[in-house]
């Protein structure tokens, strides 16, 4: 089979691409496993070090670099937006609530995609707002799977605590009730990503009047299913 794309340059980083694949390799190891020239192969390697393609391990030798991570990183939201869209429409559709995919960045949970109602403002999250962690169903969603020391930093300052994150994590979903915000309430569920880690979370969201104080009894088990959807569906498509 032949992989040249005609574009002899980039066929020649990939064959370096390739080889580092493998692990780190030296200037000569590099020249053996691509059957480069040695000039070609380091020109090439130091290229793609300036664009942090690759990088260089304590020892020298040449890894991949942290730009593919990076790429890596907007790929997948990518794809999860895509595959998310739907599922919030008909979880809002189904509920009749505002819908919601948070992410974590740091010490905010960010809204990254929204279904929302048609009318019922006051209960609105704009997608792009950046919201505390310590408060909410989705923060307790977002915290509740972490490392240990991670979730103990977490719960300072917290609105909830240890054992209600326990709590979430035996039943798979979270609510809160005037947590964040007074007179709205929500629910929660995760979405994970390769090896079961929570990469975000999907919550629908609504005055406490429709939701009751009790809100995962009207809507955990469709917003669950949903999370569901979106985990399987980010499954088959990596």
Known sequence: MDNSSGVGVLDKAVLVLNALEAGPASLAQLVQATGLARPTAHRLAVA??????????????????????????????????????????????????????????????????????????????????????????????????????????????????????????????????????????SVSAPIRGSGGKVIAAVSVSGPIERLTRAPGRLHAVPVMAAAERITESMRRSS
């Open 48 to 185: 793609l070090e300036h664009h942090r393609i690759v990088t260089r391990d304590t020892q020298g030798r040449f890894v991949l670099g942290p730009r593919l991570s990076e790429l890596s990183t907007a790929a997948g939201e990518d794809r999860l937006l895509a595959v998310a869209a739907p599922v919030l429409t008909q979880l809002r559709d189904l509920t009749g609530e505002s819908a919601q995919l948070y992410r974590r960045q740091g010490d905010e949970r960010v809204c990254v995609a929204a279904a929302e109602r048609a009318s019922g403002l006051r209960d609105t999250v704009p997608v792009g707002s950046a919201l505390p962690m310590t408060a909410g169903s989705a923060a307790q969603i977002l915290l509740a799977w972490e490392e240990p020391d991670r979730l103990h930093r977490g719960l300072r300052g917290a609105k909830f605590t240890a054992a209600t994150l326990a709590s979430v994590r035996r039943r798979g979903w979270a609510h809160s009730v005037g947590e964040r915000e007074q007179g709205v309430a």
